[in-house]
């Protein structure tokens, strides 16, 4: 790990000024991945600004009827909280369903949101990797794919965006918050945070340099049925291979969106319409510009037959 300083901020706006005055500086909370990239020298800041004292730590409800969420408030928390357990079930199975319960104790929202991909030839650094190294190549193209996207990706980039929670949120139409170092305050619907590959796969969100997330806000509730279905290589402590996230309602329609497929979060609006169709015609529409090969193919059969049981689940009353 290389050397950096560190100091703690006292306010959002502080924290964002502080990161703005020293290039290649970064926010630091709960850690659990930012800490593990510096120690392998794929993450190289300068400067932590430590955000853990902003108070940005509680669950609120809105006044739309909805929840908003502290940047800071723990995935351990947030997954236990009695509103999301019995509205917005699918993000509290999704926090569930990620890394380990020592991690969710400490991993925060926005740090979760942020986490950068898991994809194998991005942490080997005698690879080439356009994310890490812009312009270097993408050694995964031509390698091993089992784990890599097979749509929204580019000849830049294969790699799949690796968080649970950001699939829930993406399907609840969640809202980021941010502030900058001039005060200034944004509200990002996540669709638009984060950003396809192109040519451009190390910018992976809309966040501008220094902008601080101080909060995730939820809309209201949807009613129905909350499915988050996760496929992965082994019980726990594994990201997903793919993943389902759904809401049902009682006449069959609903809202769906997949993760382990894609650059990020991975929903299609004509998804949701053909849902009351059944699995088959909802994971057409989710996966009609798949691009594939033979490592990774077999996930457009894993995706249908996952959404599948999710929907035969749903009709059982």
Same mark, same amino acid.
């Given at each position: 790990?290389?050397?950096?300083?560190? &100091?703690?901020?006292?306010?959002? /706006? &502080? %924290?964002?000024?502080?990161?703005?005055?020293?290039?290649? @500086?970064? $926010?630091?909370?709960?850690?659990?991945?930012? #800490?593990?990239?510096?120690? #392998? &020298?794929?993450?190289?800041?300068?400067?932590?600004?430590?955000?853990?004292?902003?108070?940005?730590?509680?669950?609120? @409800?809105?006044? &739309?009827? !909805?929840?908003?969420?502290?940047?800071?408030?723990?995935?351990?928390?947030?997954?236990?909280?009695?509103?999301?357990?019995?509205?917005? *079930?699918?993000?509290?199975? +999704?926090?569930?369903?990620?890394?380990? *319960? /020592?991690?969710?104790?400490?991993?925060?929202?926005?740090?979760?949101?942020?986490?950068?991909?898991?994809?194998?030839?991005?942490?080997?650094?005698?690879? @080439?990797?356009?994310?890490?190294?812009?312009?270097?190549?993408?050694?995964?193209?031509?390698? $091993?794919?089992?784990?890599? +996207?097979?749509?929204?990706?580019?000849?830049?980039?294969?790699?799949?965006?690796?968080?649970?929670?950001?699939?829930?949120? /993406?399907?609840?139409?969640?809202?980021?918050?941010?502030?900058?170092?001039?005060?200034?305050?944004?509200?990002?619907?996540?669709?638009?945070?984060?950003?396809?590959?192109?040519?451009?796969?190390?910018?992976?969100?809309?966040?501008?340099?220094?902008?601080?997330?101080?909060?995730?806000?939820? =809309?209201?509730?949807?009613?129905?049925?909350?499915?988050?279905?996760?496929?992965?290589?082994? +019980?726990?402590?594994?990201?997903?291979?793919?993943?389902?996230?759904?809401?049902? /309602?009682?006449? !069959?329609?609903?809202?769906?969106?997949?993760?382990?497929?894609?650059?990020? =979060?991975?929903?299609? %609006?004509?998804?949701? %319409?053909?849902?009351?169709?059944? *699995?088959?015609?909802?994971?057409?529409?989710?996966?009609?510009?798949?691009?594939?090969?033979?490592?990774?193919?077999?996930?457009?059969?894993?995706?249908?037959?996952?959404?599948?049981?999710?929907?035969?689940?749903?009709?059982?009353?």
């Amino acid at each position: 790990m290389k050397a950096f300083t560190y &100091e703690r901020a006292k306010t959002p /706006q &502080e %924290a964002a000024a502080a990161v703005m005055r020293a290039p290649g @500086a970064r $926010f630091i909370a709960g850690g659990t991945n930012l #800490l593990d990239l510096m120690k #392998l &020298e794929i993450e190289t800041p300068p400067h932590l600004v430590d955000v853990n004292g902003l108070g940005l730590d509680k669950i609120e @409800a809105t006044n &739309e009827g !909805g929840l908003r969420i502290g940047a800071l408030v723990l995935n351990a928390d947030l997954a236990a909280d009695a509103r999301v357990r019995k509205d917005y *079930a699918v993000l509290s199975r +999704a926090l569930l369903a990620g890394a380990s *319960a /020592q991690l969710r104790n400490k991993a925060t929202t926005a740090g979760n949101l942020l986490q950068r991909t898991r994809c194998p030839y991005f942490y080997d650094t005698n690879q @080439a990797c356009n994310k890490r190294v812009p312009g270097s190549g993408c050694s995964a193209i031509g390698g $091993f794919t089992r784990g890599h +996207a097979i749509v929204g990706h580019s000849q830049a980039c294969i790699a799949t965006h690796p968080s649970d929670m950001a699939v829930a949120m /993406q399907l609840l139409d969640a809202n980021v918050e941010t502030v900058n170092a001039s005060g200034a305050r944004r509200t990002i619907p996540i669709n638009d945070f984060y950003r396809l590959p192109g040519n451009t796969p190390h910018i992976e969100t809309s966040l501008a340099p220094g902008e601080l997330i101080t909060a995730v806000t939820l =809309p209201k509730p949807l009613g129905g049925k909350h499915y988050y279905r996760k496929v992965r290589d082994r +019980a726990s402590y594994a990201f997903a291979l793919i993943s389902v996230a759904a809401v049902v /309602q009682p006449d !069959g329609s609903g809202r769906v969106a997949l993760g382990g497929v894609a650059h990020k =979060p991975w929903r299609v %609006a004509a998804a949701d %319409a053909a849902l009351p169709q059944g *699995a088959k015609a909802a994971a057409g529409q989710l996966l009609a510009d798949a691009r594939t090969d033979e490592h990774n193919a077999y996930k457009v059969v894993l995706v249908q037959r996952t959404l599948n049981a999710v929907l035969t689940d749903a009709k059982k009353g």
